[in-house]
């Protein structure tokens, strides 16, 4: 396939940016603020085709491997993560050894992380250890004090802080990663960041970020009026994708990668808008699936939403945790005679579902699709298997963040230190045969062919 010029990208980046996310004829609703499947869940080949992005194909995989010497995340063997823009271009720019960095973010409106807000950070923080770059995460208390309001800007800067210290716990390197809360990095006035939100403010037209974002609807974002400071917003989340908005990090030439939940991918569409006509290099992106609520597989894990079962925050016990994940929607039969007759329907049991996104092992994974399918696995079996995944989880979790004290937290937003740019040496890594990449990715079968016969 061809590369297409940069007017066919800026036409089609048009073309996306004019078409917003929010479908009405739709039962699938998308966007920054509302996740909400069809009842047969979200589907996500649906979004590829109106984002105009690409599937994680097991060509990008085996490069990746190829170029990091080190195995992929299972996230992206196994298409957890499945749409991308311009990793290619990230990836060559890499191999000619020319800088990149990631960046990603977090809007804090409450104390604690769930399960689902943890899973783009996973990734994340395979990223880094794979290509051993920068990091640099903006918590945006800003963003909340926009969208959510009610209480001071002190409070969401002090959310930010306490969910920082769940994002440490992932294991960001130190002396690679970049936190900062926005507020206080427009506050210490970083004057690469400023000049680029000036720059960009005064290109990108209104009725833009209006309709890639559905901010002209008013039911949009929870009160009857759009305020400037939404409008504000997506210039300030697009902005960190561009290297001169940290000068005191990066050379111009640095090129960003941004992994994130599928629902923030407006925001960078705006961005790449911006860039691509601008002298700035397009940001590439990587999209993920969401954490299925453990109401079922049309909602994502929230804490929000009225009906849904609660989430599992990480810092729940083990029994708190053991206990909201038993009542779980399953696709187990409906009595033990009808589950064994007719095996469980991996498409909608939410343990399943966990389980692919939660445990390692593929081999574990593929016993676990053929003997609940068969309905020799019970459901209270499945659930237990997946509950002892999330526990040790959250186990090893909470020992990490019992280590991040004040001082951790106070380094990792201090501006003023030593980062370290090295790449990482490794010994080279022996590639997949053609055939078993081909199985990963877009490709891989998570039901591993088990169709419940009902
Ligand atoms: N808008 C995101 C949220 O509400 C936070 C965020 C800020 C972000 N910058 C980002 C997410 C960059 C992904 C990438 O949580």
């Known amino acids: 396939m061809t590369e297409p010029n940069s007017d066919q990208v800026l036409e089609s980046t048009l073309a996306v940016v004019s078409n917003p996310v929010y479908e009405e004829e739709d039962d699938q609703h998308i966007d920054p603020w509302t996740a909400k499947g069809s009842a047969k869940g979200f589907d996500y080949l649906k979004l590829l085709r109106q984002f105009g992005t690409k599937p994680i194909d097991e060509t990008i995989i085996e490069r990746i491997e190829k170029l990091t010497n080190m195995r992929v995340h299972r996230f992206l063997r196994r298409g957890i993560f499945f749409s991308q823009q311009d990793l290619e271009k990230f990836l060559d720019h890499y191999e000619s050894g020319r800088p990149v960095y990631i960046y990603t973010g977090r809007g804090a409106s409450s104390e604690s992380m769930h399960l689902g807000h943890i899973v783009p950070f996973e990734l994340t923080k395979y990223l880094q250890d794979a290509f051993g770059c920068i990091l640099v995460i903006q918590m945006s208390d800003d963003e909340k004090y926009y969208f959510k309001g009610g209480e001071s800007l002190d409070h969401f800067t002090d959310l930010a802080k306490k969910n920082a210290r769940d994002i440490i716990s992932v294991g960001f390197n130190p002396d690679k990663t970049y936190i900062f809360s926005n507020r206080e990095e427009m506050g210490r006035g970083n004057p690469g960041l400023i000049d680029n939100m000036i720059k960009m403010a005064s290109w990108v037209g209104m009725p833009e970020i209006q309709s890639a974002f559905g901010l002209d609807r008013p039911d949009k974002n929870g009160s009857n009026k759009t305020t400037v400071g939404q409008v504000l917003w997506p210039i300030c989340q697009s902005i960190p994708s561009y290297s001169s908005s940290f000068k005191f990090l990066f050379s111009d030439d640095a090129l960003c990668?941004?992994?994130?939940?599928?629902?923030?991918?407006?925001?960078f569409r705006v961005a790449r808008h911006f860039s691509s006509a601008s002298k700035y290099l397009n940001p590439a992106c990587l999209h993920s699936e969401f954490l299925v609520g453990l109401s079922g597989r049309n909602s994502k894990m929230s804490s929000t939403e009225a009906e849904a079962l609660p989430p599992i925050f990480l810092t729940d016990s083990e029994r708190i945790a053991r206990d909201k994940i038993k009542p779980c929607f399953s696709g187990g039969g409906e009595t033990k005679k009808e589950h064994i007759e007719n095996g469980g329907d991996l498409t909608v049991d939410v343990a399943y579902l966990w389980l692919t996104v939660f445990l390692e092992d593929d081999n574990e994974l593929e016993y676990i699709a053929k003997e609940y399918s068969s309905g020799r696995m019970m459901s209270h079996e499945i659930k237990k298997r997946i509950a002892d995944c999330v526990v040790e989880y959250l186990r090893k979790h909470q020992e990490a963040r019992s280590l991040v004290t004040e001082e951790v937290?106070?380094?990792f937003f201090n501006p003023r230190r030593e980062f370290d740019h090295s790449r990482p040496v490794r010994e080279p890594l022996i590639l997949l045969t053609?055939?078993?990449?081909?199985?990963?990715?877009?490709?891989?079968?998570?039901?591993?062919?088990?169709?419940?016969?009902?």
């Open 257 to 267: 990668l941004v992994p994130m939940a599928i629902d923030q991918a407006p925001y």
């Open 434 to 454: 053609k055939e078993q990449y081909m199985q990963q990715g877009a490709n891989f079968d998570r039901n591993f062919g088990c169709v419940a016969s009902v």
């Open 409 to 411: 937290v106070a380094h």
